[in-house]
T-cell receptor, first 112, second 112 residues
Framework: DSGVTQTPKHLITATGQRVTLRCSPR?????VYWYQQSLDQGLQFLIQ???????AKGNILERFSAQQFPDLHSELNLSSLELGDSALYFC???????????FGQGTRLTVV | SQQGEEDPQALSIQEGENATMNCSYK?????LQWYRQNSGRGLVHLIL?????REKHSGRLRVTLDTSKKSSSLLITASRAADTASYFC????????????FGQGTELSVKP
């Protein structure tokens, strides 16, 4: 168990809908990261938050947004969903930005 | 692309043999990390090697880093069927926060 909790584990939704993925980082970790894993793109970095502030951004679509709350949990919001958004979405956390990241079990999103 | 490239893409060996996976990248790094993923589940951190280190060991794992060649290798000795998984290298780039840029992974199959 990595100590990173993601909910829900599975999500099936229709095109055009909006979903929210939730992540609780390891206790004490200030950095939270979101990654997307798909067969064609592999593991892609989406966005990083550090202690509530956005720290780094990857190839995150404008339809996607995230935030980190004062209790350090994070949410990834995906809107106007398309079939191509079907993927595994991982959250990870780390104590510092130059240390190992601990990954949650992921949310498998299926857009139908 | 700064993305790490892994070689081979797939590797099939017998239990007891050694497995070697290679990773190359294109930019200066802060550290390089190796992760394992069992079929669509969360990533498990294996080892982190910093840019000023050349070799690290953890149990049956040995990682080398050659920053002049921008390459790293992961050696798993005396492999077991339970080592069957996908292995990813990920680079952390100095001054780009803690985000990780992942390679495409090596799929390792260890046959009993």
């Amino acid at each position: 168990d990595s100590g990173v909790t993601q909910t829900p584990k599975h999500l099936i939704t229709a095109t055009g809908q909006r979903v929210t993925l939730r992540c609780s980082p390891r206790s004490g970790d200030l950095s939270v990261y979101w990654y997307q894993q798909s067969l064609d793109q592999g593991l892609q970095f989406l966005i990083q938050y550090y202690n509530g502030e956005e720290r780094a951004k990857g190839n995150i679509l404008e339809r996607f947004s995230a935030q980190q709350f004062p209790d350090l949990h994070s949410e990834l919001n995906l809107s106007s969903l398309e079939l191509g958004d079907s993927a595994l979405y991982f959250c990870a956390s780390s104590a510092r930005m130059d240390t190992e990241a601990f990954f949650g079990q992921g949310t498998r999103l299926t857009v139908v | 692309s700064q993305q790490g490239e892994e070689d081979p893409q797939a590797l099939s060996i017998q239990e007891g043999e050694n497995a070697t996976m290679n990773c190359s990248y294109k930019t200066s790094i802060n550290n390089l990390q190796w992760y394992r993923q069992n079929s669509g589940r969360g990533l498990v951190h294996l080892i982190l090697i910093r840019s000023n280190e050349r070799e690290k060991h953890s149990g049956r794992l040995r990682v080398t880093l050659d920053t002049s060649k921008k390459s790293s290798s992961l050696l798993i000795t005396a492999s077991r069927a339970a080592d069957t998984a996908s292995y990813f290298c990920a680079i952390n780039i100095y001054n780009q926060g803690g985000k990780l840029i992942f390679g495409q992974g090596t799929e390792l199959s260890v046959k009993p």
